[in-house]
Structures are given as structure tokens and as C-alpha cells.
Nanobody
Framework: QVQLVESGGGLVQAGGSLRLSCAAS????????MGWFRQAPGKEREFVAA????????NYADSVKGRFTISRDNAKSTVYLQMNNLKPEDTAVYSC?????????????????WGQGTQVTVSS
């Protein structure tokens, strides 16, 4: 089965940047849509960003639009989330997800495989 492993989380000051990586063990990675979601303690999981399997379509939550960028490197079977101008409200566990030949869906239920997540903490 597909395995996803996130990395790159950490503690940063407000206004700083982080780049998250999601390494995928998937025979069909180049045909997988990839998404990023986050969940803060006591809150529901929320959509952050997604990239269609073709790489031609992106989708961002309004709260991160203009600050975050999702990208993929099929040769490395890795998806990235570049996070700039981080805010304290961005603090959460960030998880990546995959769906075979999916579009850039914002619905968590559309994804079939999930990573364990990486913690991002933004201090004021």
C-alpha cells in the first residue's frame, strides 16, 4: 500500500518560512493527486492545498492563498509545501494525502492514503 512520510516541520517565528516535504512510496506517484491538510489541537482537520495528478491544477484554502505554494517532483516521488509569511494561526500538524488520478480536491474524504503528519509551530 502507499506510504507517505512528512518532514520539515518545526518551530519558526511569525513571518518566517518553512518547506514541508512528503516522500511517497507509490508505484503510481506520477498519477497521484496530492493534498496537504492540517489539524490544530481541538479543531477539525482543514484543507490547505492540493495539486492534481497532472500537475496543472492547484487549489488553496483562502487562509493560505498567496503565502503557501504546493509543488511536486515526480522523479523524487515527493510533494512540497512552501510556507511563507507564517502566522501563529498556521500552527498545526500538517499531513499529506494522495489519490490516484485525482483532481486538486479540498475534501479530505476524496483522498485514499495519508501520512502521519509533521508539527509546525509558529510563535508570535
Amino acid at each position: 500500500q502507499v506510504q507517505l512520510v512528512e518532514s520539515g516541520g518545526g518551530l519558526v517565528q511569525a513571518g518566517g518560512s518553512l518547506r514541508l516535504s512528503c516522500a511517497a512510496s507509490s508505484r503510481t506517484f506520477s498519477s497521484d493527486a496530492m493534498g496537504w491538510f492540517r489539524q490544530a489541537p481541538g479543531k477539525e482537520r482543514e484543507f490547505v492545498a492540493a495539486l492534481s495528478w497532472t500537475g496543472r491544477t492547484t487549489n488553496y484554502a483562502d487562509s493560505v492563498k498567496g503565502r503557501f505554494t504546493i509543488s511536486r517532483d515526480n522523479a523524487k516521488s515527493t510533494v512540497y509545501l512552501q510556507m511563507n509569511n507564517l502566522k501563529p494561526e498556521d500552527t498545526a500538524v500538517y499531513s499529506c494525502a494522495a489519490r490516484f488520478r485525482g483532481d486538486a480536491s479540498s475534501r479530505a474524504g476524496n483522498y485514499d492514503f495519508w501520512g502521519q503528519g509533521t508539527q509546525v509551530t509558529v510563535s508570535s
